[in-house]
């Protein structure tokens, strides 16, 4: 078989290059060695329920501009709308304060944060104080900040801007470690405040929340599916690349498991760190790049679907504070299911580190008690259904250290690219960075 592109890996950074090559009018061939495309973004049925079931269930924002356009492009974007809460508003409970709010003020780009967290009673006055000097170094972004960001971790990074361990606690450390998927004492400064001044700091609409109300394999996948398929690309599922073929230092075609060989002018692996090196030949493994990509470690995400005999919170999502349990969805209040109890709910376990050996009935009990914290109902009801899904190597750890070996899309091999979002995006693993790399492979072979 002979091609124009092949893209190795059907995960999001992969497809977002196939469709963009497809439409740009390439021969793309679309190789995943799963039954099914999407990689980490994906859903189910549930057989049990009927519901759908996500993998883990994500919060985008409006800063998400590659993947809008490619939500555009594929002919989901209608899927993705604004939630309840509109611009920037966010739902906590606080383990001694209760219920409390966050509102991104209509200030000025340095306020916004402050101000919103002094209208919600959250922090104290010196606490707002301190925040604004963020603000403000955030503002006056430059290279000379960024080298000073990228020597710390974010624990650092807060401590040597004066936070305080309740602003840390109550605020700073839940929005980071779901950003980074990383504990804030390992994970990066640099990333994270870029990702704040990207959301917080520029335009309004970027600190837009938008949460899909269709499961992930539907917003990501099918209509990509079909693009590809309506425009003659080839995807081919259950089909393991093994090894990328060079002649005088040009990657020239792909080996496949099954013996055969496709021969391309351009090669995307779009596959994770751990899996990108193995298409190697084992000379080149030893060179940078890629000799670098065994230093990369990865981080879990736990996701805990379950299903009580009663509604037991309204709203959308909820961040607890000081809890196991990072963030609560309430998944038919977002899927808009009018006429259902809103019963089905997902916990969302972050740098999952510490919780990964434990059971499934260990798992259950946690987060029943972390939500009935909030939702004392919870306490009482019984469980009709329950789903752990744990994602162990959900993304990458985004440390200081890891940051300087992520390698860039164009590699040292003529005609062979690397995609996914550990490579150097400027973003953590996010599918903004997954999707960011796939275009940016595919502007590099146009």
């Known amino acids: ?64 501009h590659h993947t809008l356009r490619y939500l555009e492009l594929v002919g989901t974007r209608q899927y993705l709308a604004a939630s309840d809460a509109g611009d920037l508003h966010l739902h906590f409970h606080h383990p001694e304060k209760g219920f409390v709010s966050f509102d991104l003020a209509s200030f000025s780009n340095p306020l916004r944060i402050p101000v919103g967290i002094v209208k919600s009673q959250l922090l104290s006055l010196r606490d707002w104080q301190k925040m604004v000097n963020i603000g403000i170094q955030l503002m006056s972004w430059n290279s000379y900040l960024e080298e000073k960001l990228r020597r710390f971790s974010i624990v650092e990074w807060l401590d040597n801007m004066g936070q305080s361990e309740e602003a840390k606690r109550s605020f700073w450390f839940p929005i980071a470690v779901s950003v980074m998927n990383e504990l804030p004492e390992k994970a990066s400064a640099l990333l994270f405040a870029r990702s704040i001044n990207n959301t917080f700091l520029r335009k309004k609409s970027d600190a837009t929340v938008l949460i899909p109300s269709i499961g992930q394999s539907e917003l990501y996948v099918a209509a990509a599916k079909n693009i590809l398929t309506t425009r003659k690309s080839k995807i081919l599922l259950n089909t393991e690349a093994t090894s990328v073929t060079l002649r005088r230092g040009n990657a020239i075609g792909v080996k496949l498991s099954n013996g055969r060989k496709i021969e391309a002018k ?83 376990i972050s740098g999952a580190h510490d919780c990964l050996d434990l059971s499934k009935h260990q798992l259950v009990k946690m987060a029943i008690k972390d939500i009935a914290s909030a939702f004392p109902a919870a306490g009482t009801a019984s469980i009709l259904h329950s789903v752990i899904i744990k994602e162990k190597r959900a993304t990458f750890s985004p440390t200081n250290e890891i940051e300087s070996f992520r390698p860039s899309q164009k590699t040292r091999i003529e005609n062979f690219y690397l995609a996914g979002d550990w490579t150097d995006t400027g973003l953590p693993a996010t599918i903004e960075g997954a999707v960011k790399s796939g275009f940016h492979c595919a502007g590099l072979i146009h």
Do not use: C
């Not at 039954?35 to 973004?41: D, F, Q």
């Open 1 to 64: 078989m002979t091609t124009e592109v092949v893209v190795i890996g059907g995960g999001l950074s992969g497809l977002a290059a196939a469709v963009q090559l497809s439409i740009d009018g390439a021969d793309v061939v679309l190789l995943e060695r799963a039954a099914k495309l999407g990689g980490r973004a994906y859903s189910y049925i549930d057989a049990k329920t009927g519901d759908v079931v996500d993998n883990g269930q994500h919060i985008l924002v409006g800063a998400y």
């Open 266 to 348: 351009s090669i995307i692996s779009a596959v994770p760190y751990f899996a990108a090196t193995r298409l190697l030949p084992e000379q080149l493994r030893q060179l940078e790049p890629f000799v670098a990509f065994k230093k990369f470690e990865s981080s879990p995400i736990i996701s805990i679907h379950l299903w009580f005999d009663r509604a037991i919170m309204d709203g959308e999502f909820l961040g607890l504070i000081d809890r196991n349990i990072q963030w609560l969805f309430n998944r038919r209040r977002i899927f808009r299911e009018k006429g259902k109890a809103e019963n089905y709910l997902t916990a969302v």
